[in-house]
């Protein structure tokens, strides 16, 4: 049983880029989140992703989107980078929407000059 | 607001039993997760509590009450590879998010 693995690690981008987070669930995992974690502080859900569909959103604005894929696998697109985005955000997988239990991945760390 | 309080550190000695209290003002609230995270790693999930009452999982025990909206974390035998920031957090009906603490660091002496 594969864990979650995340890429890149870390990646450093300017103000007013794009950046693509991609994340691969834990084998048998239909659901995954996606959280923004800043230094200090707790996870921030961003949304969640079940069967291809976004199914619950954390207040982030639109330029915070994403994607399922069918095997499961999810991207996170940021658009117009801001300083503030500088973060690390963290993907989790879990069996179903309700996650009792998730799984994280190691993270991508995103600085943003 | 939906907000999830917590210490912001906690410290203890080896060897000794340390709680972690949490509580939360939510709506749609349906269970109260604990995840470990050490730094510069991910969070971790430690335990879950649907229902009212007590959770062990070895050294780990957590508690939740849904009428007073308070939740606790109970390491035992606490071992120096325990400090780490504990967090607690709601799982919401509503729209399927997770509702994190600020989390809280747990400081381990010798």
């Known amino acids: 049983e594969t864990g979650v693995t995340q890429s890149p690690t870390h990646l450093i981008k300017t103000r007013g880029q794009q950046v693509t987070l991609r994340c691969s669930s834990q084998?048998?995992?239909?659901?995954v989140s996606w959280y923004q974690q800043a230094l200090g502080q707790g996870p921030q859900f961003i949304f969640q992703y079940y069967r291809e569909e976004e199914n619950g959103r954390g207040n982030f604005p639109p330029r915070f989107s994403g994607l399922q894929f069918p095997n499961y696998s999810s991207e996170l697109n940021v658009n117009a980078l801001e300083l503030d985005d500088s973060a690390l955000y963290l993907c989790a997988s879990s069996l179903n929407q309700y996650q009792e239990t998730q799984y994280f991945g190691p993270g991508t760390r995103l600085l943003v000059l | 607001g939906q907000s999830l309080e917590q210490p912001s550190e906690v410290t203890a000695v080896e060897g000794a039993i340390v709680q972690i209290n949490c509580t939360y003002q939510?709506?749609?609230?349906?269970?109260l997760s604990w995840y470990q995270q050490h730094d510069g790693g991910a969070p971790t999930f430690l335990s879950y509590n649907a229902l009212d009452g007590l959770e062990e999982t070895g050294r780990f025990s957590s508690f939740l009450s849904r009428s007073d909206s308070y939740g606790y974390l109970l390491l035992q035998e606490l071992q120096m590879k325990d400090s780490a920031s504990y967090f607690c957090?709601?799982?919401?009906?509503?729209?399927?998010?997770?509702?994190w603490g600020a989390g809280t660091k747990l400081i381990i002496k010798p």
């Open positions: 084998s048998g995992h239909n659901t």
């Open positions: 939510t709506s749609g609230f349906y269970g």
């Open positions: 957090a709601a799982n919401m009906d509503s729209n399927y998010q997770l509702i």
